[in-house]
């Protein structure tokens, strides 16, 4: 029998709590480098200033040693995300606004390391419980390498729905292209 993470909510790390936290975002974030056009890797400044930020709360588990194998943050005020479109989505969604429960997933991770143990299905029943419980809406995005090979948004909505009741809607896509040019002869 598997030993249950520890998943903890916090609203802001000290500069303890994000030198633990780096090298787990950096090691989960590397291959997205050349797996997704968008970037996905943030430098450590910036993901410095996403933990002290109280708007985004980090859904933090922790292994049977103690030592941070996984995370998701949540912003519950979306002008803490910084690439999207706040308008977008209140234009969309206002009775969830109305309830202050109009929140954005800004990622979800685990170490390499830890992503055959129960550390990322533990963060993802702590999310989706906190999620039912405040009848919240959620906006996020999934990179097509981690929609279409890892089906990351269908695991998701399948462990959810166990759970609660469930309506997830495609709301835009973005999409990338490269064109390469030469002169014709």
Known sequence: MSTRTRVSVERELDQAGIDAWWPVYEAAFTPMVTRAAARHLLEREEFAQEMADTRIMKLLAWDESGRA????????????????SP???????????EREALWYVGYTLAHPAARRTSAFIDMLDTLIEMLSTNRVTVGYD??????????????????ARRVADLTATEVDVQTYYAASFSAKL
């Open 87 to 97: 308008a977008f989505y209140r234009s969309r969604f206002g009775e969830a606004v």
């Open 69 to 84: 194998v996984a995370m998701t943050t949540v912003a519950t005020d979306l002008e803490a995300v910084a690439w999207i």
């Open 142 to 159: 999934v990179s097509s390498f981690n929609d279409l090979s890892l089906r990351f948004a269908n695991h998701l909505f399948e462990r």
